[in-house]
């Protein structure tokens, strides 16, 4: 770190170059309790007699699921943990994200890594978290700023699909920022290139809503105003790939002109997708809540199936499968 | 020329006396004791004759510091170094009562590397624990209101809720 120019440190040099028994006990500068001595300490160890700096920056180094607990372990912690010099600390350490960030971005999981980009007006990195190390790495910049983008993966390949422009991308104005909500960009992990610079966009001009990958493909709803489509992206077949149109999900007759519906979607082993829909009505508003469906699409079959609806009180869920 | 190998020589050999609290003694070489900036500071004022009194660090504190400023001051590869220093933590963190005192005096005489070091064991020791957990490992005290906790537990709520 480099050395900051901290006004206590020359008094404090000084102080130290003269040794004085009476400061003996006042080792600690900062000291809202009484300042314990070696000896004390002894007594009973405790990360509380740090003084407020040194705390400070140990708590600026915990990893943030672990945050919110620790404020509730003291009032003290707490206070640090609410203090301006925490978060400037924890920027200093490049612990902080944009809050952007958290809200819209695409994930996927690869070969035991997860896989984070989009999602931030500032940044077009892509984050590479790694489970066994605890960390997160930034490993490529994205073609194409997107917020509020999907992911999803299909051998070995991320794709960032749909989202609105964001960020000061010179052909960006607010009037077009839809024009990506239907295109893809895809990154090979392994090799670390992007595909081809014009980006694949799904037929028929919709916004890419809901997508997850299944085997070698990728599955893809699409949005148009009142309709769903449903599509499959099979990389293989030449450069460019496929589209392939398959049934769409049957959720018509839920939607109403001036409701909203709010996809999420994640694949069940090699055959099956199962679909969140969250739509919500005047009724479902009214009661705070939305009305969450499952469907179920065999990928053998091509067909749909309604699962059992979600509990009430839900309003974002996220879906994962895991099979057991 | 050969004046010049001996000067470098009487530089490398230049040593210098550190006495810890408790009056024990420890002579190490100049560029050691470098690694700390106040005593770097005190050498360049009062020069190295006299013995440098480190009055508020114990003996085995001190120790264990000039253990760390040694190895640190050979400039090895950062492997080396990487895996030298986990052993140092490893060793270090088993007695809390020793590291919480190894960070009090790092800090006190300025040797931010370690203070780094040592903040990054701690916050380890921190993660993936129950507020009651760390209190009892760190024998802290819960003075938080139940005000003051329902309050945290709504800034922080959805973190808290069961899955």
């Known amino acids: 770190m480099a050395e900051t120019c901290n006004p206590r440190r020359l008094p404090w040099l000084i102080k130290s170059c003269i040794p004085d028994p009476r400061r003996e006990a006042a080792k600690l500068p900062s000291g809202t309790r009484p300042p314990p001595t070696v000896t004390s300490t002894a007594a009973s160890p405790s990360i509380s007699s740090l003084p407020d700096d040194l705390l400070l920056e140990i708590l600026s180094r915990v990893p943030q699921p672990s945050i919110p607990s620790l404020s509730l372990v003291c009032r003290r912690f707490a206070l640090l943990l609410d203090s301006p010099s925490f978060y400037a600390l924890r920027r200093s350490h490049g612990l902080l994200r944009p809050a952007l960030h958290a809200l819209s971005f695409a994930a996927a999981a690869i070969a035991g890594r997860i896989y984070v980009a989009g999602g931030a007006a500032r940044s077009s990195a892509v984050e590479e978290y790694d489970p066994d190390l605890d960390s997160w790495r930034i490993i490529s910049d994205a073609p194409r700023r ?11 390949v991320f794709y960032v699909i749909g989202g609105l422009i964001v960020g000061s991308s010179p052909r960006a104005g607010r009037l077009d920022a839809h024009v990506w909500a239907g295109t893809m960009d895809t990154y090979e992990v392994e090799t670390g290139v992007w595909g081809s610079r014009r980006a694949a966009s799904v037929p ?3 916004c890419v809503v809901g997508a997850c990958g299944a085997g070698s493909h990728v599955y893809v709803l699409a949005s148009h105003a009142v309709e769903v489509s449903f599509w499959r992206w099979d990389a293989g077949k030449g450069r460019r790939g496929d589209w392939l149109r398959l049934e769409p999900p049957p959720i018509t007759a839920h939607l109403r002109l001036g409701g909203a519906a709010r996809f999420c979607c994640s694949a069940l082993g090699q055959d099956k997708i199962v679909a969140l829909v969250h739509v919500s009505s005047d009724a479902s508003r009214r009661r705070g809540s939305t009305d969450g469906v499952v469907l179920v699409y ?4 091509g067909e749909w199936n309604r699962g059992p609806d979600l509990p009430v009180g839900f309003r974002r869920a996220a879906l994962a499968c895991v099979e057991c | ?50 013995p440098i009194p480190v009055r508020r660090v114990k003996g085995d504190i001190l120790k264990s510091i000039l253990e760390y400023c040694e190895k640190h001051s050979k400039g090895e590869a950062q492997e080396v170094m990487e895996k030298w220093d986990k052993e140092y933590m490893d060793k270090a963190e088993k007695d809390l009562v020793f590291f919480h005192d190894l960070m009090l005096a790092s800090h006190f005489l300025h040797i931010q590397e370690l203070v780094d070091l040592i903040a990054v064991t701690f916050a380890g020791m921190l993660k993936m624990k129950s507020p009651e957990e760390i209190r009892q490992k760190f024998n802290i005290n819960n003075d938080l209101t139940k005000e003051q906790e329902e309050h945290i537990m709504t800034t922080f709520g959805w973190a808290f809720q069961p899955i």
């Open chain 1, 204 to 206: 028929g001009g919709g």
């Open chain 1, 298 to 301: 065999d990928i053998v079959k």
């Open chain 1, 146 to 156: 997107r917020y509020g983008c999907v992911g999803a993966t299909a051998s070995g």
């Open chain 2, 1 to 50: 020329m050969a004046t010049i190998i001996t000067k470098e020589q009487q530089e490398k050999e230049k040593m210098v006396t550190l006495v810890s609290s408790d009056s024990e003694k420890f002579v190490v070489e100049q560029k050691v004791a470098e690694k700390s900036h106040v005593i770097k500071m005190v050498m360049n004022c009062c020069g190295i004759e006299s």
